[in-house]
């Protein structure tokens, strides 16, 4: 059986793994749009600089940064709760 001492440290530790964990998923994801982004902007500039692509491939970036905002918002609010957690132990 542990001491209250080393169960507090126990317990304490486990949520700051918590909190750095989703914060890190939090930057990895941010990354992502930005990869996202960027490639949007490539498909943009090949089909309406160049005419290299259809205007209409901007659909895949699209939709794929709706839905890594959509997951980061929920990343975000997983990471407020750890870094809350971490802070009240």
Request: net charge positive; glycine share 4%; with cysteine.
């Amino acid at each position: 059986m542990h001491d209250p001492r080393s169960e507090y440290a126990e317990r304490l530790a486990a949520r700051r793994a918590w909190a750095e964990r989703e914060q890190r998923r939090h930057i990895q994801i941010g990354n992502a749009r930005l990869v996202l982004f960027l490639i949007a902007a490539w498909i943009a500039w090949a089909a309406f600089g160049r005419g290299w692509l259809a205007g209409w491939w901007l659909v895949v970036p699209a939709a794929a940064f709706v839905a890594v905002v959509v997951y980061h918002e929920r990343v975000i609010r997983d990471r407020e709760c750890a870094q809350r957690a971490a802070r009240n132990y």
